[in-house]
């Protein structure tokens, strides 16, 4: 395998890692967990953690299936920015959802912006990455 591909293999085993809890704590929320949700009136927090959570568990698929030509230092580092953006927003909103400690509140924004430092990596990777027909 060469060095690339294994870079690209992480975000793959990341989204993998991702798709599957999402869906289970997506599915746990809708069925096992309705009641407690809406005794806590969280549904709608707990809803908006599943969303984030999948959608970017599915960015982390498409980054792990890219072949960027050479190294990709961005996207690697999108990968790292989304994966903490997970555990940190969905991770805390869940928590919250469920009574958790106020304290994890601040861990929610800062979750967002792991997000937004995730697709701003994006954008840089495409911004260097040479033109289409150009060299590497």
């Known amino acids: 395998m060469e060095s690339n591909d294994a870079e690209m293999r992480n975000p793959l085993l990341a989204s993998s890692?991702?798709?599957l809890t999402g869906v289970v704590l997506g599915a746990f929320g809708a069925h096992a967990l309705h009641d407690t949700l809406v005794t806590h009136g969280s549904t709608g927090t707990w809803e908006t953690a599943v969303h984030y959570h999948l959608f970017h568990a599915v960015a982390l698929l498409i980054l792990g299936l890219a072949r960027?030509?050479?190294?990709a230092?961005?996207?690697r580092r999108a990968g790292i920015a989304w994966g903490t953006g997970i555990v940190l927003f969905s991770g805390s909103l869940y928590l919250l959802a469920?009574?958790?400690?106020?304290w994890l509140g601040p861990m929610t924004p800062l979750g967002g912006l792991g997000f937004i430092v995730g697709?701003?990596?994006v954008f840089l990777h495409a911004r260097s990455a040479p033109?289409?027909?150009?060299?590497s």
């Open 131 to 135: 033109a289409a027909g150009q060299g």
């Open 68 to 71: 960027p030509a050479g190294p």
């Open 98 to 102: 469920l009574g958790g400690p106020k």
């Open 17 to 19: 890692i991702f798709g």
């Open 119 to 121: 697709w701003a990596g």
């Open 73 to 75: 230092p961005w996207l």
